[in-house]
């Protein structure tokens, strides 16, 4: 008897398991900037909250997580988020994205697992922001939001002035090496600046 219930009750893990396996998301998903909030809202947890499940639909405007109590080794529900993430999301399917703090979603760039994946809750919500570009799930899409554009302009900005950096620096060592007069350093410095 002890063997059939030891049976039984493996062949339920093994099923729950590989029905959350098959569930986890695949291919490419661009995350709407409401989406990136309530995921940053879900990394960060709280005191008795630590982060188990989040959930996006395909088409990266739903979501559902799911808190474990702090402490607490929390398993299961892989259905249960699923199903209230597509009704939320109006029929739309539903894949898991993340356990715990662990991007699973594999988009040929995330690789699902380890430290690549792992984004700490101790990071401000720009380096979220930036982990999540860095793993192909923000940037450009045909569905962006004002939010996002407007992060990606903040990015374009930034890549503007390190290359304007880049190419003062470069005129400043021409200077030095005596390529250049300092009238026509002074010219070439101003183009560069306006």
Not at 20 to 38: P, Q, Y
Not at 50 to 62: E, M, R
Not at 96 to 103: D, N, V
Not at 169 to 184: I, M, R, S, Y
Request: proline residues 1%; hydrophobic residues 30%; contains cysteine.
């Amino acid at each position: 008897m002890k063997k059939i219930l030891t049976t039984i009750f493996i062949f339920i893990l093994v099923n729950s398991n590989s029905y959350a396996g098959s569930k986890w998301g695949k291919g490419e998903l661009k995350l709407d900037d409401f989406v990136v909030e309530k995921f940053i809202e879900y990394i960060k947890g709280g005191h008795t909250q630590t982060p188990y499940l989040f959930a996006v639909s395909k088409d990266g405007w739903g979501y559902n997580y799911y808190y474990c109590g702090s402490g607490m080794n929390c398993q299961g529900g892989a259905e249960q988020i699923l199903e209230e993430c597509s009704r939320y999301s109006k029929d739309v399917e539903c894949f898991l994205f993340a356990r715990k703090r662990t991007i699973k979603w594999k988009n040929g760039i995330n690789p699902g697992k380890g430290k690549a994946s792992k984004i700490s809750s101790k990071l401000s919500d720009s380096e979220i922001r930036a982990k999540l570009t860095e793993l192909g799930f923000l940037g450009s899409s045909s569905k962006s939001s004002s939010s996002t554009n407007t992060t990606t302009s903040e990015t374009k900005k930034i890549e503007k002035k390190s290359n304007l950096t880049k190419e003062l620096k470069e005129l400043k060592e021409l200077f030095d090496a005596g390529v250049l007069t300092k009238e026509e350093f002074e010219k070439a410095k101003k183009k560069i600046l306006n």
